[in-house]
C-alpha cells in the first residue's frame, strides 16, 4: 500500500503524559500537513512542512505541541503533558508539490487522555 | 476557526434518490475541495474545482462553485447506501497560506436501504 500511513492508530494516555504520533507520507510528496478533528467537527490545521521545512503553524498548536520532519520524509508529532482537551483524532495529509493539488490522509490517530 | 459552513447538518434520504449538500465560504480561495469521511476513518478525497471553474462532474458526483456567491454544491445522483458518510467541503486560498485546507464542519449523510 502506498497510501499515507499513521501509527498508532489508537492511544490512551492519561493525562499529564507525554505521546508521539508518526506519519509516513506517500514517497515524492514533498509537503506534509497535520490536523486535528474532533467529534461532529470538520480537521483544523496545525501545521505543514515542505520538505523538512516546518512553514508555518497554527496557533492551535500550543508550546505543548512539537512536530519534526528530520529528513523530508517521515513526522512526527509530539504532544507533551497531555489534557483531556487534546482527545482528539490526529490526521496527517501528503500533497506532492505546492499548491493546486488534493491532499491525501491518512487513517488517523485516534488520541483518548483520561 | 472553520471558514465553511455546510448545508444542511444532516440529510437523511432513500436508495436511488439524489443527495445535495451546500458549502459557503469566507475568503477568496485557490480551489475549493470535497472529501468523505466514514465514520472514524480518514478522509478520502471526491473531487477538487478550481476557482475559474464553475462546474466539474467525477462518475456520479457533480460540484458547482460559484466565487461570487461564495458557495459550493456537492450532487450526488443514484444514491447508494455505501454512500452513507460526512461530507466536507474544504477550501484552499492558495500559496500565501501554504495551500493548508479550511474544512467545514459537515454533512452527515444517510442512505436508507
Known amino acids: 500500500d502506498t497510501g499515507v500511513s499513521q501509527d498508532p492508530r489508537h492511544k490512551i494516555t492519561k493525562r499529564g503524559q507525554n505521546v508521539t504520533f508518526r506519519c509516513d507520507p506517500i514517497s515524492e510528496h514533498n509537503r506534509l500537513y497535520w490536523y486535528r478533528q474532533t467529534l461532529g467537527q470538520g480537521p483544523e490545521f496545525l501545521t505543514y512542512?515542505?520538505?523538512?521545512?516546518?512553514?508555518?503553524k497554527s496557533r492551535l498548536l500550543s508550546d505543548r505541541f512539537s512536530a519534526e520532519r528530520p529528513k523530508g520524509s517521515f513526522s512526527t508529532l509530539e504532544i507533551q503533558r497531555t489534557e483531556q482537551g487534546d482527545s482528539a483524532m490526529y490526521l496527517c495529509?501528503?500533497?506532492?508539490?505546492?499548491?493546486?493539488?488534493?491532499?491525501?490522509f491518512g487513517p488517523g490517530t485516534r488520541l483518548t487522555v483520561t | 476557526s472553520q471558514q465553511g459552513e455546510e448545508d444542511p447538518q444532516a440529510l437523511s434520504i432513500q436508495e436511488g434518490e439524489n443527495a445535495t449538500m451546500n458549502c459557503s465560504y469566507k475568503?477568496?480561495?485557490?480551489?475549493l475541495q470535497w472529501y468523505r469521511q466514514n465514520s472514524g476513518r480518514g478522509l478520502v478525497h471526491l473531487i477538487l474545482?478550481?476557482?475559474?471553474?464553475r462546474e466539474k462532474h467525477s462518475g456520479r458526483l457533480r460540484v458547482t462553485l460559484d466565487t461570487s456567491k461564495k458557495s459550493s454544491s456537492l450532487l450526488i445522483t443514484a444514491s447508494r447506501a455505501a454512500d452513507t458518510a460526512s461530507y466536507f467541503c474544504a477550501t484552499d486560498a492558495g500559496e500565501t497560506s501554504g495551500s493548508r485546507l479550511t474544512f467545514g464542519e459537515g454533512t452527515q449523510l444517510t442512505v436508507n436501504p
Open positions: 512542512f515542505q520538505n523538512e521545512a516546518q512553514l508555518e
Open positions: 495529509a501528503s500533497s506532492p508539490s505546492s499548491g493546486e493539488d488534493e491532499q491525501y
Open positions: 474545482i478550481r476557482s475559474n471553474e
Open positions: 475568503t477568496s480561495i485557490n480551489n
